[in-house]
Structure formats: C-alpha cells, structure tokens
C-alpha cells in the first residue's frame, strides 16, 4: 500500500510557535531617502528560492515514491523495519501498533536512521539487488530541497550551512520569517550598512546553526528556514536600539496590547520564550537555533558599535509629538468619536496656529467637505493655497489642490486675483505651464490687468515653441499682446 499524504505530513507541515507570546516593535520607521536595499534582496532571494526550486519537491518525490513501491522494496524491508524498532526504537513499538501501514511506511520511506542500520548489513549479507534499489531509492529521496541544502546535525556540510537559511518549510513559514525580517532588518540595515547588515546576518545564521547542532548533535533530522538569521537581526535591533525606549505591540495568547520600554528589556523576553518553547512547545521547531541567532546577532552588534565610530552608526531618534501632530491626534479622536463640529472648529483653530501644516490642512479641508460652498471651506483651501509663497515648501500639493478645487467646487471664492497671480508665478517657477495656462485665463475672465502677467504668458509661449505645440504658442503670443499698455 502507498501511503500519498507522506509528502504533505512530513514537508509542508506549518509551523508552529511554542509559546503564543509576539512582541514586535511598532514605532521605528526607515529612511526611505536610503532604502535598504539588501533586506528587500534576501526576501527576494527567499521567494524565488521557495517559488522557483523548493516548488518542485512534490515532482521529485512523486518520483521517488513511485519507484519505491515499484520496486522489490516494500515486500522486502518491512520485516527489516521490525527488527530496527526493537534493536533500535522500542518506543516506536506503539506507535506502529496504532498507526499500522502508514506509520511503517512512512519511516520505511523517509528515516534515514533506519537507512543507515539497514545499508551496512545488506552490505555485510551481499544483498547486491537490494541494496542497488535502496541506495537508488536513498539519491532520489534526497534530491528533495531539506535533504539537499537542509542543515542535518549529525552530517553538516557547507552547502547545508548556508543552504538552510534560505529554505522553508511552507508558505506559512516563508511569510512569517520575511515579515520580521522587514519588521527589524529595515531599522537595522539603515543604522548599520549594506555590508554590515548582511555580514552579520549570515554569521547570526550559522551561529544558530552552531548552537542547533551542539543540542542536537546526532540528530539525522535536516532542519531549514531563515529563523535562526531573522533571530539575529532581532538581536542587531537590540542592540542598536540599546536603552531608547521603543514603544512595542504584544500578544499573549488573546491578551493584546502596547507597552513603551527600552529596546534591551525585550531580549530576555524572546529569549525566555525560546526556552519555553523548548520544553513545552512544538517538536518541529528549532527553538535553540533562535536563541543562537538572538544571542550572537545582540553580541556581534554590540561589539561592532563599540569598535565603529558612533558617528558610522545611524539610528534614528524617536522624537517626541510635535505640537502641530498633538493637535491633530486630538483632532482625528473628536472625529471618530462622531463630534465633527468640534473636530471642525478645533481643525480651524490649529491651522491658524500652525498654518504651515500640510496634514492639519488637509484634515481642514476634509472636515469642512460636508458644506462646500460654506465660507469655512473655502478658508481651508485658502490656507493650503497660501503655501505657494513659501519657497521652500513643497508647490505639488497645492498644484494639485487648485485641480481638485477647481472640480469640487462652484464658485471657487479662494482662487481670488491676488492667489491665483501668486500661485501662477510659482507655478512657472516650477515648470507647471499647464498651471499657469489655467490660472492666467482665470485671471483674463476676470479682466484683471497686472505687469506680471505678461511676463508669465510669454513663459507660455516660449514653452509651447519648445514642445512644438505652435496653436497654443500663438494663443497665449496673442493673449501676451493684449496685455502691453496701449500708446496714446
């Protein structure tokens, strides 16, 4: 009998965690002017690794399966795998009682302790035939992703040492350890480089591949996954982070919550869970290996801080609520709690406050929606035209503000002369001659007559020459000319 589910049982098993305790910080955020480019490569690496290669297990070991119980195999070793159990394992004695066939052929198939007690006796015994097909058997097996490039303790190999990071055992588990890979190699690449980030990553690896194998010296069982390497990066974290207070997000079971304290407290608490789950958790996680990787990615990392110029070290300070930020929180709670009308009012109060507040703007805006054409609304569209004069701020969101007033709204009251000669001059500052078209017709509707004015629509129409576009050059030469002062 074949037994079909032995793939799935022993391959795509999710894992589990041990102790239902996640602490994860919720406050750091990365410089996007320096992307961390390396901690975005390794989770490249480990999808395409899982999609590309580790996707074709179930197509190596259909092939192996099939020639196992094509061959002489099955009717010849299940009394063999008798004998093994009571030389060997006597405590599989029940288990093969209750389980029957499939728990038989699911260690005649995948244990390689058995496999090897049974190759040096057929040796012994001149058992050519049989011990081709289990040796042949034994190379298709091991053609499967864990055997391959898995970390097996008992016979490490260099390929296994790094191979084994970058394999898992399911989609469940690929995601789980890229997501805390971002959540804590993000902060830490930026505060450490490229090159320092992704040279402690792989010795934070081998070092929970190290501490793995002294626990479980002997063991036949290949282990794979990139937790032992993420665990160093959770330990790099700590040890950048040191005594800033982080505020963090945790889950004890259904218990959940927040809670502010320096970044090195919650190392004894990851460490702690790993020891937990070491005695009372789930078998099939390596529970030492993340303690390795915790312990040396904290280790290395501190002693590369103390050996590098603390200037070398960029870590980004968590810096207390701006007054502007204060009221805006205080703002968004009297809004969800459905008091618009003093959201709105406290909005306007704040915004005369802090009038260069882009966000305190837009909640402005967004508070006063509700009654567009009231006097309110309009101020708040004001305010965020009125960024336009400050050369150094930021002219998209008013560019874009003009377009999305212009649409909402009837009369466009906040677009007065005055505004829209200021915004008109930013905007050919800034290359937006589509901008100025627009408000420079808004300006001739009005009959207004300013010297700036020609000034601005001969911008226009050396730009449409530039562009080719010779129609709109000629209307906005002819609209330029209808502006000189007229000769008496």
């Known amino acids: 009998m074949r037994s079909p589910c032995i793939l799935n049982n022993l391959i795509n098993q999710p894992p589990t965690t041990g102790l239902p305790l ?14 961390p480019l390396v901690c975005f490569a390794l ?4 999808l395409l690794v899982f999609v590309l290669y580790q996707s074709g297990d179930e197509a190596r070991w259909q092939v192996a399966e099939e020639y196992y119980f094509a061959s002489d195999l099955p ?17 599989w004695r029940t288990l093969a009682q209750g389980a029957g066939e499939e728990f038989i052929y699911e260690q005649l198939l995948w244990s390689r302790e058995f496999h090897n007690w049974l190759v040096p006796q057929l040796e012994a015994e001149g058992q050519k035939s049989w011990l081709q097909q289990r ?11 864990n055997f391959a490039y898995g970390l097996t ?10 191979g084994h990071m970058f394999l898992h055992g399911g989609w469940e588990h690929l995601l789980g350890n890229m997501v805390f890979l971002l959540l804590f190699g993000l902060s830490v690449e930026l505060a450490l480089g490229a090159a320092w980030f992704i040279g402690l990553y792989l010795l934070g690896g081998l070092a929970a591949a190290a501490l793995h194998m002294g626990v479980e010296a002997g063991s036949l069982m290949p282990v794979i996954g990139a937790s032992g390497a993420v665990s160093a990066v959770m330990g790099m974290f700590v040890a950048v982070y040191g005594i800033r207070r982080l505020r963090f997000f945790y889950t004890l079971g259904f218990v959940f919550g927040e809670f502010t304290a320096p970044a090195l407290l919650v190392l004894p608490l990851w460490l702690g869970k790993e020891v937990f789950g070491y005695f009372f958790g789930n078998d099939n996680i390596a529970y030492w290996a993340h303690f390795g990787g915790l312990v040396a990615g904290f280790a290395c990392t501190l002693l590369l801080i103390r050996l590098r110029p603390s200037r070398e070290i960029h870590v980004e300070e968590d810096l207390p609520p701006t007054p502007a930020q ?24 704040a915004q ?12 402005s805006i967004e508070l006063t929606a509700l009654t567009p054409e009231s006097e309110a609304h309009h101020r708040a569209w004001l305010a965020l035209f009125a960024l336009a004069k400050q050369p150094g701020q930021d002219f998209a969101p008013v560019a874009q503000g003009v377009e999305d007033y212009l649409q909402k709204v009837k009369v466009p009251r906040a677009l007065n002369l005055g505004v829209c000669l200021v915004i008109a001059q ?9 901008l100025v078209e627009t408000l420079l017709l808004r300006l001739q509707e009005k009959a207004y007559r300013h010297p700036l004015m020609a000034r601005l629509a001969n911008g226009l129409v050396e730009h449409y020459r530039r562009c080719g576009d010779e129609e709109r050059a000629r209307r906005a030469l002819d609209f330029a000319r209808t502006l000189q002062p007229t000769a008496v």
Request: no cysteine; aromatic share 8%.
């Open 43 to 46: 989770v490249l690496v480990n």
């Open 22 to 35: 996640l602490i994860i910080p919720i406050q750091n955020r990365p410089d996007w002017r320096r992307p």
């Open 75 to 91: 009717g010849l070793e299940e009394a063999s795998f008798y004998e093994f159990v009571d030389e060997q394992k006597p405590e």
């Open 326 to 349: 204060m009221a805006l929180a205080r703002i968004e709670s009297l809004q969800n709690s459905g008091k618009l009308l003093e959201a709105s009012q406290a909005a306007a109060s």
């Open 426 to 434: 930013r905007a050919a500052a800034e290359k937006r001659w589509e």
């Open 352 to 363: 005369r406050q802090h009038p260069d507040s882009l966000p305190l703007i837009y909640k």
């Open 135 to 145: 040796q042949q058997f034994a190379e298709q097996r091991d053609s499967l992703s």
């Open 153 to 162: 303790p008992a016979n490490p190999t260099l390929k296994g040492l790094f």
